[in-house]
């Protein structure tokens, strides 16, 4: 009976304890590494979402319909048609809405005049090789060119290396219907023609994907209204 | 003589998808392109090899109804440290990969060569088995995600085939998954019964 019961739980002590042993010390090799890439991809994400823009002040927080709302506010210096100088003002949040295998949480910048200034996905759990394309980096170069050894210099030379599906969400204007349309992998000859019908090109196979990221910029706008509400009388140095 | 047999018969004789029937959960999902097969295979493979080591090399302790809560807490681990070390050290595949580096706990060849093999053999044979069984797994894995992202994406490695030719998406879909290891199984089975036959 004692036999039954203490050597099943030394060895199963034991077991845990070299496996804990092990755990420990790959998290105290890996976990620092994990937060400054987390620390840099948030810095880079900023820069990304809202390029130009000087980011003021640290995040922001509030409590929106119950739950955690992150914002920063950014400003950029521009010349109007008279020359004359002004500032805009830029906000950048995190958002999240129901992907196809869970929730797209996504950073999104908007300038003071709900225009999209860029969008970057900060985690997803979609299907690899459909949804997960929201990820991905369009490709321009072909296996062929690559065993021939260069890359050729195509129309696409200058097109900023983020993924394809973000790049296209520059310039939509959240007070309109964000829409959708099927036109395949987006490229910047595609920019124009959907910006005149407010719309992105969803990913092939993965309609879900494309309509959850619409739909938590459209919640995230809602949410940052409502935030920018709750803090309106603050910052009595910013007031002229 | 014996050695060789146990590293090379994963690749064909006990394939693990195509003969022994297992792991068709990450085979069929996570076939979408190469390079998602290649790391996986690489991940699982990692995490097989592990703990066949450490399974065998406790197995003469381990009392029997004991194994399955001491395999998969063995498994657990190994699958986190492989987790871990994506999201430090190779962030993109971590996030292309998405949850099925987490599920690789599940992933029955793992379990199955614990419960088959490592837990009635010696360390070093565990090991070459674990290793033989991670090839035979990522070569059934990428010559199906070979086919998947050729027809399916009209891209190898990720770059472009044949510049603006329009894709056959359902090969990237759950169908395509489905008829391409269909086709693979048939072939298998057919060399197979041909060679029994002689």
Redo the contacts between chains.
């Keep these: 009976m004692m036999k039954d019961i203490i050597k099943p739980t030394v060895i199963l002590t034991a077991i845990a304890l070299i496996c804990v042993f092990l755990l420990s010390h790959v998290e105290k090799l890996t976990v620092p590494v994990i937060a400054k890439r987390a620390k840099e991809s948030r810095e880079q994400a900023l820069a990304l979402v809202l390029p130009g823009f000087t980011v003021t002040g640290d995040e922001k927080r509030a409590r929106v319909d119950g739950s955690d709302f992150t914002w920063w506010e950014g400003e950029k210096k521009v010349e109007d048609a008279i020359m004359k100088e002004k500032t805009v003002k830029g906000f950048a949040f995190l958002t999240k809405s129901p992907g196809y295998s869970g929730d797209i949480e996504t950073m999104v910048g908007v300038d003071e005049n709900g225009k999209v200034t860029g969008l970057t996905v900060i985690s997803q759990t979609e299907t690899p090789g459909l949804g997960a394309r929201c990820v991905e980096v369009a490709s321009r170069e072909t296996l062929w060119d690559r065993f021939r050894g260069g890359i050729p210099v195509r129309d696409f030379a200058d097109e900023a290396r983020i993924p394809w599906f973000q790049n296209q969400f520059e310039g939509l204007d959240t007070k309109k219907k964000i829409g959708f349309m099927r036109r395949g992998v987006w490229n910047p000859n595609m920019r124009e023609s959907l910006l005149e019908k407010n719309a992105i090109s969803a990913i092939t196979g993965a309609t879900i994907t494309s309509t959850a990221v619409i739909a938590g910029i459209e919640a995230g706008v809602a949410r940052l209204a409502k935030a920018r509400a709750t803090q309106a009388p603050a910052a009595p140095g910013g007031a002229r | 003589m014996r050695h060789w047999k146990e590293l090379v018969k994963g690749i064909w004789s006990r394939n693990p998808q195509l003969v022994l029937g297992l792991a068709f959960c990450p085979t069929l ?2 076939s ?2 190469v390079s ?1 097969a290649l790391w996986m295979t690489l991940a699982a493979t990692f995490v097989l090899v592990c703990s066949n080591l ?1 399974i065998s090399s ?1 197995r003469k ?3 029997g ?2 194994r399955i ?2 395999f998969i ?2 498994i657990a ?1 190994f699958v ?2 492989v987790d ?2 994506l ?3 190779q ?1 993109e595949v971590y ?6 580096i987490p599920l690789i706990v599940v992933n029955c060849i793992i379990l199955g060569r614990a419960e088959e093999f490592a837990q009635k053999n010696g360390v070093f044979v565990s090991v070459l088995d674990g290793i033989g069984m991670g090839i035979g797994f990522g070569l059934t894995l990428t010559v199906l995600a070979a086919v ?2 050729v027809l ?2 009209n ?9 603006g030719m ?1 894709p056959a ?1 359902a090969m ?2 759950a169908p395509g998954a489905f008829f391409t290891l269909a086709l693979m199984l048939w072939a298998m089975n057919a060399v197979n019964s041909r060679s029994k036959r002689k």
Excluded: K, Q
């Design positions: 999902a996570v979408t392109s998602n450490l406790i302790i381990v009392p109804h004991l809560p001491l807490t063995i681990s986190t440290v871990l070390l999201n430090a050290y962030p996030r292309s990969l998405g949850i099925f998947r992202e399916g994406a891209s190898l490695f990720g770059y472009t085939l044949i510049p329009e998406t990237v879909m």
